[in-house]
């Protein structure tokens, strides 16, 4: 069974800082990994997409993947208070289908 | 941009009534995905389609069913809602390159 990890948090960052938000995959196959956003009584929003070992930059948002290790991370600078939600990672199963793995999320806080 | 639109926003309904929540996206995707989502358990696929007519069951189908007659509209039946079943229900919208773009929610009640 593939398997998304996150921790729960919350993760607590003063305005201002950088959040560091981490996830672990058990497939090594896995090839992309996808970063959603998801405030209180809302859907979960795509933010970010990573295909390759690296990083991939928008904006405040970069998503760091390194396959080695098996971890994926979003990096958040200068956090606001509106950047305060759940944060979910999701790598796709295998198969065809457009099925997403998804991780049980991160909550961040911002304090202003 | 993608536009994946739900039927009812809050639903209320009595127990073992048939429930049906609809969902439509904009973009001719092929794929789209019903989940659950609940406090400490994360979203939880309930069942999915990759054609007209076609689907599959997710992690927890049970009490549920599906329709798509139409390649725009995947609809979830809920066949005698029971209370267990009071939950935030999420439609996603697949792109080919597994991008899955969601709904804004059904929250829906079961008393």
């Known amino acids: 069974q593939k398997e998304v990890e996150q921790n729960s948090g919350p993760l607590s960052v003063p305005e201002g800082a950088i959040a560091s938000l981490n996830c672990t995959y058990s497939?090594?196959?896995?090839?992309?990994f996808f970063w959603y956003r998801q405030y209180s009584g809302k859907s979960p929003e795509l933010i970010m997409f990573i295909y390759s070992n690296g990083d991939k930059e928008d904006g405040r948002f970069t998503a760091q993947l390194n396959k080695a290790s098996q971890y994926v991370s979003l990096l958040i600078r200068d956090s606001q208070p509106s950047d305060s939600a759940t944060y979910l990672c999701?790598?796709?199963?295998?198969?065809?289908?457009?099925?997403?793995?998804f991780g049980q999320g991160t909550t961040l806080q911002v304090k202003p | 941009d993608v536009k994946v639109t739900q039927s009812s926003r809050y639903l209320v309904k009595r127990t073992g009534e048939k429930v049906f929540l609809e969902c439509v996206q904009d973009m001719d995707h092929e794929n789209m995905f019903w989940y659950r989502q609940d406090p400490g358990l994360g979203l939880r696929l309930i069942y999915f389609?990759?054609?007209?007519?076609?689907?599959e069951k997710g992690d927890i189908p049970e009490g549920y069913s599906v329709s798509r007659e139409k390649k725009e509209r995947f609809s979830l039946i809920l066949e005698s809602a029971s209370t267990n079943q009071t939950s935030m229900y999420l439609c996603a919208s697949v792109a080919d390159s597994y991008e899955q773009y969601f709904g804004p929610g059904t929250r829906l009640t079961v008393t």
């Open positions: 497939d090594r196959g896995s090839q992309s």
């Open positions: 999701a790598a796709p199963n295998s198969g065809n289908t457009g099925k997403l793995i």
């Open positions: 389609s990759y054609d007209v007519k076609m689907k």
